[in-house]
Nanobody, 123 residues
């Protein structure tokens, strides 16, 4: 089981930026694809972005493409989500997740989840 802990959420005005971090335990971070998902009140969980173990492959949801960037530092067992040009509709709890595969895009492949961090974008 991967231990995941998100940080970096908060309140920001529309057009602003935030950087989320997710620290994972080393013993199972190695070799795992990592992803970010989000869930707004009353809505289903939504895929945001994912990154391969090597960091060479990334994939984004349509609603964040061109505004968000996922990256990872394997020496620090940490994955990041840089969020720019934030919109009120980006308001949600953001979750970090890990898959026991080098590459994964389907939510069903992610079997370890963090507790989430709240991101609120005001208009």
């Amino acid at each position: 089981q991967v231990e995941l802990g998100e940080s970096g959420g908060g309140l920001v005005q529309a057009g602003g930026s935030l950087r989320l971090s997710c620290a994972a335990s080393r013993r199972t971070f190695v070799g795992h694809a990592m992803g970010w998902f989000r869930q707004a009140p009353g809505k289903d969980r939504e895929f945001v972005a994912c990154i391969s173990w090597s960091g060479t492959s990334t994939y984004y949801g349509d609603s964040v493409k061109g505004r968000f960037t996922i990256s990872r530092d394997n020496a620090k067992n940490t994955v990041y989500l840089q969020m720019n040009s934030l919109k009120p509709e980006d308001t949600a709890v953001y979750y970090c997740a890990a898959a026991r595969l080098a590459w994964a895009t389907s939510e069903s492949r992610f079997d370890s989840w963090g507790q989430g961090t709240q991101v609120t974008v005001s208009s």
